[in-house]
C-alpha cells in the first residue's frame, strides 16, 4: 500500500515568500542588510535551527526574538486579510489520493499548534492520518528524525513512503528516513545533490499527482 508524506510550507503553502516579504521589510525597517541570503538557509527547519543560522549570521547579540515576533506578527495580519496561499494542485492532489484510500500525513519543521490552525483555516486539515509539527522532537530537518516519527505514527515502513517536499533540507531528512522523496522546488532550484537523492522532481502538485497515480498502477 502507498502512503505519502508531505511537507507543509513551500509544499501545500505558497508560505515561504510572505514569509520572506515579512523579513525583508523587518529588516528594512532595521536597516539589517543580507536578509534574503540568511532565509534562504533557514527554509526548512525549525525554530531553533532558524535562530541558530540567523544569530551565526548576524551575530549573538542580535535581537533574534524581536526580530521574529515582528516578522510573525507582519506575517499574520497579512494572511488574516488576504487568506493563507494554497500551491496549485494541492487540493486536487489530496483529493486524489484520499479517494484512492491512499494514506496521507504531514511532516513540519512548524510547531504543531500553528499547522493544526493553519491546515484548518484551508479546510486541508482532514486528508492527514497523522500531523507532526517541529516542536514534537529535538532535531529538525534535515536530520530524518521527524520523517521517521510520522512513518513510525503511521505504522509504515520508511522504504515505502512517498515524501512530498519543496525544500533541499526536507528532501535530505526524508532521503535520510530511508522514503522516495519526491522535489517540488519552491524558492531554490533542484540541485544535482537534489536530483541524486530524489525519485522524481517535478514542477507542480499536478504533476505529483499524475506521478502518483502511475506509481499506483504499477503496484496494484
Not at 533574534?64 to 515582528?70: A, G, I, L, M, V
Request: glycine fraction near 8%.
Amino acid at each position: 500500500m502507498m502512503t505519502v508524506i508531505f511537507d507543509m510550507d513551500g509544499t501545500i503553502f505558497d508560505s515561504e515568500r510572505l514569509v520572506l516579504d515579512c523579513w525583508e521589510k523587518v529588516g528594512e525597517k532595521h536597516g539589517i542588510a543580507g536578509i534574503r541570503e540568511v532565509f534562504i538557509r533557514c527554509i526548512g527547519t525549525n525554530k531553533a535551527l532558524t535562530k541558530k543560522i540567523v544569530s551565526e549570521a548576524y551575530g549573538g547579540d542580535f535581537p533574534y526574538d524581536q526580530f521574529s515576533r515582528e516578522s510573525s506578527a507582519l506575517f499574520q495580519e497579512i494572511t488574516q486579510r488576504e487568506g493563507l496561499p494554497v500551491k496549485k494542485g494541492a487540493r486536487e492532489v489530496l483529493e486524489f489520493l484520499r479517494q484512492q484510500q491512499i494514506p496521507m500525513g504531514l511532516a513540519s519543521s512548524t510547531r504543531t499548534a500553528v499547522v493544526t490552525e493553519e491546515l484548518k483555516q484551508v479546510g486541508l486539515y482532514d486528508y492527514f492520518q497523522v500531523v507532526v509539527g517541529g516542536d514534537q522532537l529535538t532535531k529538525s530537518k534535515p536530520a530524518p528524525d521527524i520523517y521517521l516519527m510520522a512513518c513510525a505514527q503511521m505504522g509504515v515502513a520508511p522504504k515505502k513512503v512517498y515524501a512530498v517536499e519543496d525544500s533541499p533540507n526536507g528532501i535530505r531528512s526524508a532521503y535520510g528516513a530511508g522514503m522516495k522523496p519526491i522535489m517540488v522546488p519552491d524558492m531554490l532550484p533542484a540541485t544535482d545533490e537534489m536530483r541524486g537523492m530524489c525519485v522524481a522532481v517535478l514542477e507542480d502538485l499536478l504533476q505529483v499527482k499524475e506521478y502518483l497515480a502511475n506509481e499506483n498502477k504499477v503496484h496494484h
